[in-house]
């Protein structure tokens, strides 16, 4: 079986332009949640949904939104994109909340 | 707020030594924690999790140990290989609002 799937792989942007990374889990997972990693950090959460709504939200400016469609793939969008941004972005994808969650390989994100 | 800390950013071991791995968290109610391993261009790979009703819980050459009352768990590595050597996190994953929590983990130096 196909594991999480995420596109593109690397993308580079300028300031204040505006992103959407995309995510497919694993077959049968109903939760996606969004993760920022910065280099030499650990990964930081972003957003959870499960069933198409938002489970959990983490301390990220409202420039930062997600979705999750009727099939579970799910999209994160950034808008505003500020240097800081640059970062790699990881979708993990789970059965549900307190349910391993299992990660894709990201999205270099690159903000010049 | 919530937070996982490592103890040591990095570890080097001998090839075939057991490796000690050490975790701490500051949420009394983390019901579940599951550690990592990262490898460089990769996301993070599911090794082993627990939930707080063990203390202990044994993989394939990999065990973690969980303590509440001191609020530590520990990643403890058979025989460690080569193919070992990555960043390794812990992270305590939310089971009701969906927040995880992860630290910012050990790099694991096997030299042959």
């Known amino acids: 079986d196909a594991g999480v799937t995420q596109s593109p792989t690397h993308l580079i942007k300028t300031r204040g332009q505006h992103v959407t990374l995309r995510c497919s889990p694993i077959s049968g997972h109903k939760s996606v949640s969004w993760y920022q990693q910065v280099l030499g950090q650990g990964p930081q959460f972003i957003f959870q949904?499960?069933?198409?709504?938002?489970?959990g939200r983490g301390n990220f400016p409202d420039r930062f939104s997600a979705r999750q469609f009727p099939n579970y793939s799910s999209e994160l969008n950034v808008n505003a994109l500020l240097l800081g941004d640059s970062a790699l972005y990881l979708c993990?994808?789970?059965?549900?909340?307190?349910?391993?969650?299992?990660f894709g390989d990201g999205t270099r994100l690159s903000i010049l | 707020g919530e937070s996982v800390g490592l103890h040591l950013p990095t570890l080097s071991v001998q090839e075939g030594d057991n490796s000690i791995i050490n975790c701490a968290y500051s949420n009394s109610a983390s019901d579940y924690f599951i550690w990592y391993k990262q490898e460089s261009g990769k996301g993070p790979q599911f090794i082993i999790d627990?939930?707080?009703?063990?203390d202990k819980r044994q993989g394939q050459r990999v065990t973690v140990l969980l303590n509440k009352t001191v609020k530590h768990l520990s990643l403890q590595i058979a025989a460690t290989q080569p193919g070992d050597s990555a960043v390794y996190f812990c992270?305590?994953?939310?089971?009701?609002?969906?927040?995880?929590?992860f630290g910012d983990g050990t790099t694991l130096t096997v030299k042959p």
């Open positions: 992270a305590e994953i939310g089971t009701n609002a969906g927040k995880s929590t």
């Open positions: 627990i939930r707080s009703n063990m």
């Open positions: 949904y499960y069933e198409k709504e938002e489970r």
């Open positions: 993990a994808s789970s059965l549900g909340s307190g349910q391993p969650q299992h």
